[in-house]
């Protein structure tokens, strides 16, 4: 079948529906480092018999960001939420095979919970602010760890603003309830509430799903201006979006990983039947 | 290969991570233990509730066993028989006192169904209406009425009963008595009402809206799809709100110590509601304080508490699985 | 045909749903309105001078001057009153009479003794004022006026002899004087009539002025002031002017009874008497003798009360059940919020957290009396040794311990799964997670929870009966023991003041002042746990 007019844009010209948007041509050609963060081998999440997700093996590499894309219910979310100990809240789940981070072997017993969540921040798929004020949304983390004084609150609060490119917008009413923003400004205070615990890696699971295109558009900039400093692994269910913004994607489907390599690569040629049908949108 | 991988990701994000994603063993053993003892202390703080029921029920059994347990067991038996059929009751004699209770039991008996006879059609309806007929505006509105009409305590209602009620059926309806086992039923159903539409209500609602959607589909009127697909539907939660009604009303003492007359006798001819009657609450209510310690007197009202708290117990065990039911019919199992 | 059968049906089952809403609304309104309002009288009332006199000396409020400057302008119109019920009761009252003639008679032996008379003089005075008490004594017994006459004239005889002039005998004169006098105008056959209907009277006025200012302070502080209230006095008054009597019928056949006021011309039994302008005169100058002013008595919810509620307020009893609620919400609070965190964060789903939930379940529906026993079986007798306020609230506290458990479980299920995860991710553990944002988000379903069981908690009188409540204990003392002395409260003293105290019988407005406090305390705290829960939802919503 020919490329939809769609995936053609998608796949080929990643970046151009948006305007203005920086130039990342440059960042898609540095030679890839290969260095991982993230390490799957086998794995499998069970919600009590039932598996979620099936012997995943898949590596993430460092400071780049990685989509995961799949039809629903196919197991994304359960993987994503694997890899900071999330699922722990649903109860009856058990594990197989081994998720590390960092060397660290998430499920083993020795693994420090407070600083992985710290350093691997999520972002959820509806934006779920506290009902608190803004700024003690921002400084929630922070204070868990046991920074008291107002003065490195104070930047801290500016500074994750401005990089969430929310700071303009909310500066004047910072202590202002958080669930007045619109949708979009909730999302990004999440974002800026994430890396408020200076994370390394950012899971984002569907974080546009619940937004407007406008909205969207910032979000995907944000992402564009975090990667590199930041690891980030992003469930999307809109390819474009992957396509624009990853540089490795991840195809699921029925709990199994189908496809796991280079984006463009994997839009313009997959390997596999189903995620060809899935691309080119004859199901899911 | 596990420790190889780990190895290799440990090398390749060594800068990345600043704060070690491993436990250190003091850290590991504080959690271990903050967990521990957080979860044992939260538990026997919930354990609690379970002592108090254990508590309860001992002490009442405690106190009420010497009553019975005296002497050989046929007297024990009997003491038992003459206490559930007998209705001479007249523990304050001196020479011959009698502890037949029946006739007390029955007055209990009384005013819990007069009050049901009257609280369960009104609060069933009223439940229709709220869940059902009535308008949102409405309903925000009856909601507050509701919850004050169960706010109001019981010896407001007593005092109601007694100043205003008692003297309108004496004078009005020209009763011999103002207080009498119609004026408690009466007060009764208004307390009653409360928790049998509120819990009616959820168990209405919980039907879905597609079985309604599909009897007006087929051209029924509201009154056939309530009467003949919905309220079938809930019924284990009517039931349940039926049994938390009469719990409420059984177990309720004051307003029954005040307006019900305290006769110990059963009413003839058995119809006749303007008679006084005697229930247990108000039997303990009305004897206790004047008792002496660890006198027959004193021990068989600890009787009739127990014989309250296993009437109670017994509905309760029945409303819960009458609700475990409808729960699980209305999650579709 | 079948249809509109089926739609007329469709109507009354609507109707008749709609009517049991009706019904609901119009119990509410039939319990608060005529209990509200019958309370309310206790606090908004027309207050009498007499009102301002007991507040004035039981609760040392008001201004003396301008108080006592009311008392004598009262003071006047009361005289002229009591000045007419004086003289026609020396004619009736003769047992007074004999007394008062007696005790001159005993004093004029003492007053010659005094003065030191010779002998023979002494015999003869004494035994002269001896004639004069005895035909004095005679006139009293006797019905019959002109007996009567001729006994008083033989008195006079001895007025005129002048050996008595200056003496105490000039008293008993001035008694022979008055009596002739009143007999004029008095029926004397009915002077048995007379005396009892005048005790009557007598008592109405005292309950209208209370002790005449010549008399020394009553004992009991009920008999200290006269009717304080103008709805008191206009009720008394009633009972001064009139009076249930037989009388003949119009047709003259038969005798009914029928309500005439006692100064009526034909059937009154004072008709014809000097009592007579009495009662207009009462009537009449009311309003000036009790000086009626529009009071309102917020004092009441903090004045003590003297025996019986006759006087005073619900101080004592808002106090006790003030301390015994917060006591209760101390020893409940903790645990009931715990064990919801429990349940909702913690407790899997297995045996023994059903069995926890049944458990809680059971403690709800146990009857408050059983409470009650096991209040003094357990806590009386094992915890505090004493029945007081301690093994009171400690009671309370297990009553409204399951629906504080309850109100919270549900305010903390409520909060969204979101907001933990949000919290986890975050980097916060289970427990602080549930300090931080879900114990916050969930706090005004708890503070819901909370107000609504200190309603329960106050209004709950059947736990209370054997733990520590009493109708008359004294306000507790705080530089002691407290905890171990009973209180009154609220609830229990409803119950006393309507059915145990008799003494509170003849103060219905007291009682349903009492009943009144309470409800409006209860409903209070529901309209503020409504309030916090309109504002939780509009929080939530981020308004
Ligand atoms: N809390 C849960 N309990 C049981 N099963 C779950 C739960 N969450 C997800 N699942 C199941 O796991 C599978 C994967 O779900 P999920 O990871 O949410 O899919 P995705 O995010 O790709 O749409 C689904 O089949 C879903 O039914
Ligand atoms: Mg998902």
């Known amino acids: 079948m020919e490329l939809t007019p769609i995936r053609k844009r998608a796949a080929l010209q990643p970046g151009k529906i948006r305007l203005n948007s920086p130039p990342s041509a440059a960042a898609e050609e540095t030679p890839c480092t290969q260095k991982t963060i993230i390490g799957a081998r086998d794995f499998t999440f069970y919600y009590g018999s039932k598996a979620g997700v099936e012997n995943i093996t898949m590596d ?71 009902a608190k004020s803004i700024y003690d949304n921002i400084t929630y983390g922070p204070k868990l760890q046991g920074i008291r004084s107002k003065a490195k609150l104070n930047a801290l609060v500016e500074k994750c603003l401005k990089d969430a490119a929310l700071w303009d917008e909310v500066k004047d009413d910072l202590h202002k309830s958080a669930l007045a923003l619109s949708g979009g400004q909730q999302q990004r205070l999440c974002i800026a509430r994430t890396l408020a615990t200076k994370p390394r890696v950012v899971l984002m699971d569907e ?78 | 290969m596990t420790e190889s991988l780990l190895q290799r990701d440990k090398n390749d994000a060594a800068v990345e991570f600043s704060r070690p994603l491993r436990l250190s063993v003091t850290e590991d053993l504080r959690g271990f233990l903050a967990e521990k003892i957080g979860h044992a202390t939260l538990f ?87 869940s059902d007929i009535a308008p949102f505006s409405l309903r925000q509105i009856c909601k507050p009425i509701i919850e004050i009409l169960a706010a109001i305590p019981s010896v407001a209602y007593g005092v109601f009963a007694v100043m205003i009620v008692a003297p309108w059926m004496q004078n009005t309806l020209g009763f011999t008595t103002g207080t009498n086992a119609l004026n408690a039923s009466l007060i009764l159903s208004i307390m009653a009402l409360p928790t049998i539409i509120s819990v009616a209500e959820d168990a209405l609602s919980a039907v879905g809206r597609e079985v309604r959607e599909a009897s007006y589909g087929l051209g029924a009127t509201r009154a056939e799809t309530m009467l003949k697909v919905v309220i079938p539907a809930s019924h284990s939660g009517i039931v349940a709100a039926i049994i938390l009604g009469m719990m409420r009303a059984i177990g309720e003492t004051m307003v029954v110590w005040m307006a019900s007359g305290n006769a110990s006798r059963i009413p003839s001819p058995w119809w006749d509601l303007s008679q006084s009657v005697r229930t247990l609450t108000a039997t303990i209510a009305g004897e206790l304080g004047e008792v002496p310690k660890n006198t027959d007197h004193f021990h068989v009202l600890f009787m009739i508490a127990l014989l309250l708290l296993l009437f109670t117990f017994g509905l309760n065990m029945v409303s819960e699985f009458f609700m475990a039911r409808f729960k699980k019919k209305s999650r579709g199992l | 045909m079948q249809t509109q059968l089926r739609q007329a049906l469709n109507h009354l089952f609507t109707l008749s749903c709609g009517a049991s809403v009706v019904l609901l609304v119009a119990a509410l309104l039939l319990f608060l309105i005529p209990m509200l309002k019958k309370g309310a009288v206790a606090v908004l009332f027309r207050g009498t001078v007499e009102f301002r006199k007991m507040q004035a000396e039981q609760f040392d409020r008001g201004n003396e001057e301008a108080l006592q400057k009311e008392i004598e302008q009262t003071a006047q119109s009361r005289q002229e009153i009591y000045a007419i019920l004086d003289q026609f009761s020396r004619g009736i009252d003769t047992e007074k009479l004999t007394d008062e003639v007696k005790g001159l008679y005993r004093d004029y032996g003492d007053e010659l003794r005094y003065k030191d008379t010779p002998k023979e003089q002494y015999t003869k005075l004494r035994s002269q004022a001896k004639i004069i008490r005895n035909h004095l004594l005679d006139a009293f017994e006797s019905i019959d006026k002109t007996e009567i006459n001729e006994y008083l004239d033989a008195v006079k005889v001895f007025e005129k002899g002048n050996s008595f002039s200056g003496t105490t005998v000039e008293k008993m004169f001035a008694v022979a004087d008055g009596f002739q006098k009143t007999i004029q105008h008095v029926d004397l056959s009915r002077r048995g009539e007379y005396a009892e209907e005048l005790s009557v009277v ?20 009920m008999r200290r002031f006269g009717a304080t209230r103008w709805d008191v006095a206009q009720k008394h008054l009633s009972f001064l002017l009139w009076q249930e009597k037989w009388v003949r019928s119009d047709d003259g056949q038969s005798m009914v009874s029928r309500k005439v006021r006692r100064d009526d011309p034909q059937y009154g039994s004072f008709s014809g008497t000097s009592l007579l302008p009495l009662f207009t005169l009462v009537e009449e100058t009311l309003d000036i003798s009790l000086k009626p002013r529009f009071t309102f008595y917020w004092q009441y919810f903090i004045d003590d009360s003297t025996p019986g509620h006759y006087f005073g307020g619900v ?53 408050s009396i059983v409470y009650g026993l096991f209040g003094m ?47 986890m991710g975050l980097g916060a553990g289970k427990f602080r997670s549930f300090i931080t944002v879900t114990l916050p988000a969930a706090g005004p379903g708890i503070l819901t929870g909370i ?38 409260a609220l609830s229990y003293g409803c119950y006393d003041i309507t059915v145990g105290d008799k003494l509170a019988m003849m103060v219905p407005h007291k009682q349903f002042g009492m009943v009144m406090t309470l409800v409006m305390l209860v409903l209070c705290l529901n309209i503020v ?15």
């Open chain 1, 207 to 284: 974080p546009c799903s619940a937004l407007d295109p406008l909205a969207t558009a910032r979000i995907e900039d944000l992402i564009e201006e975090l990667k590199g400093t930041y690891t980030i692994v992003i469930v999307t269910h809109n390819m474009q979006q992957a396509a624009r913004v990853s540089k490795r994607t991840a195809f699921f489907c029925l709990g199994k990983l189908i496809e796991y390599g280079q984006t463009d690569k994997l839009f313009t040629n997959p390997q596999e039947k189903s995620t060809e049908d899935y691309i080119t949108g004859r199901f899911g």
């Open chain 3, 451 to 488: 107000i609504l069981s200190l309603g329960r908690a106050a209004g709950e009188t059947a736990p209370i009966l054997f733990a520590g409540a009493a109708a008359l204990a004294p306000i507790p003392d705080f530089g002691g023991k407290w905890w171990l002395q009973e209180t009154r």
């Open chain 3, 377 to 423: 079986a357990f806590f009386v007798t094992y915890v505090t040794r004493h029945p007081g306020i301690l093994s009171a609230a400690m009671t309370l506290a297990l009553l409204v311990l399951p629906v504080i458990i309850r109100a919270s479980e549900e305010a903390i299920r409520a909060v969204p799964q979101t907001y933990r995860e949000a919290a």
């Open chain 2, 44 to 130: 026997s703080i919930t354990f609690l509730s379970v002592l108090a029921v254990m508590a309860i029920f001992y002490f009442v059994i405690q106190e009420s066993v010497p009553f019975i347990f005296k002497g050989s067991f046929g007297e024990s038996i009997g003491r038992l028989t003459e206490f559930l059929t007998r209705t001479g009751w007249y523990p304050q004699s001196h020479d011959n006192p009698e502890y037949g209770a029946l006739s007390i039991i029955v007055g209990s008996l009384y005013v819990t169904l007069g009050a049901l006879v009257v609280a369960v059609p009104v609060g069933v309806l009223a439940a229709v209406f709220l």
């Open chain 3, 529 to 543: 746990a409504i309030f916090v829960r309109s504002r939780m939802s509009k929080k939530l919503r981020g308004a």
């Open chain 3, 202 to 221: 007598k008592e109405e006025l005292y309950n209208l002025f209370g002790p005449r200012p010549e008399e020394k302070t009553p004992q009991l502080a």
């Open chain 3, 315 to 367: 101080g004592p009893e808002v106090l006790g059940t003030l301390m015994l609620t917060m006591l209760a919400m101390c020893f409940a609070v903790g645990p009931g919020v715990l064990s919801a965190a429990y349940l909702v964060e913690y407790a899997g789903d297995n045996l023994i957290v059903k069995i926890i939930r049944i458990c809680i379940n059971t403690l709800a529906g146990v009857p």
């Open chain 1, 60 to 130: 993430i590499e460092v400071g780049s960001v990685t989509a995961i894309i799949g039809p629903s219910g196919c197991g994304k979310s359960t993987f994503l939420r694997s890899i900071n100990r999330m699922n722990d809240l649903i109860p009856q789940t058990r594990t197989e095979g081994l998720l590390s981070v960092g060397g660290q072997d998430v499920y083993d017993k020795s693994t420090n919970l407070v600083n992985l969540r710290q350093q691997v921040g999520m972002v959820f798929q509806r934006p779920n602010p506290f």
